[in-house]
């Protein structure tokens, strides 16, 4: 059945309840033909996180700010063999969500076909104000899931920067065995394969 027959699929965020009866959720495959077929634009604000169609949030100045700084902070410290991408999609086994900022193996023209998967993803950052609650919640079950070795949280509301590892992977309650919080005062490592490659001063990051 094409898919361009089909109705625009609702967008749900986190002000939605959860439907109490079955519903229809996409796999990753078929948001990649929603995608192609232009029924999504690919700025529109959504991304996929378990099958659901969940809306971004809206970025004010710090937290574009913040954004930006951590991807050039995180830039200057990397080695070769490894490149720092923006709000650009990973390919996961049920979502294909956009951190702000991760750090991908390879070079960007490896990934000329496809996104990354999380066998390339050394770390993944996201700045969070308002949706502090879904990046501690949602999104870093959905990191731990995959294997995603770091996960940074830029914390705007607590001005801390908030690095999970360990990840459990896939079960019943997907999770990061290891959390540090790091504050303005503080030098964050950067973890790559498992060797810290830098540090970066945190107020560096924060706007």
């Given amino acids: 059945m094409s898919v361009i027959s089909q109705p625009k ?27 192609r077929a232009g029924i999504i634009g690919e700025d529109e604000p959504v991304e996929l996180l378990k099958g659901w169609l969940v809306r971004k949030m809206g970025k004010k100045p710090p937290h574009r700010f913040a954004t930006e700084s951590t991807r050039e902070a995180l830039g200057e410290v990397i080695p070769s063999g490894w490149h720092v991408q923006s709000q650009e999609p990973i390919t996961l086994l049920d979502s294909e969500p956009e951190p702000d900022v ?28 308002t949706s502090l609650a879904r990046d501690r919640g949602f999104k870093k079950q ?23 590892t360990e990840p459990s992977g896939p079960g019943e309650q997907p999770d990061y065995r290891k959390n540090e919080t790091y504050t303005s005062a503080d030098k964050v490592p950067v973890v790559l394969d498992g060797r810290e490659v830098g540090r970066i001063a945190v107020r560096d990051l924060l706007p």
Wanted: glycine share 4%.
């Fill in 142 to 164: 959905i990191y731990a899931e995959a294997r995603i070795p770091v996960y940074w949280i830029v914390n705007l509301i607590d001005s801390v920067v908030e690095v999970y």
């Fill in 102 to 129: 991760s750090v991908i193996r390879g070079s960007a023209r490896d990934y000329a076909q496809e996104h990354a998967g999380p066998e390339n993803v050394g770390l993944v950052v996201e700045v969070a104000d």
């Fill in 9 to 35: 699929p609702r967008v749900l965020d986190e002000t939605c309840d959860i439907p109490s009866v079955a519903i229809y959720r996409l796999t990753v495959e078929q948001y990649h033909q929603i995608v």
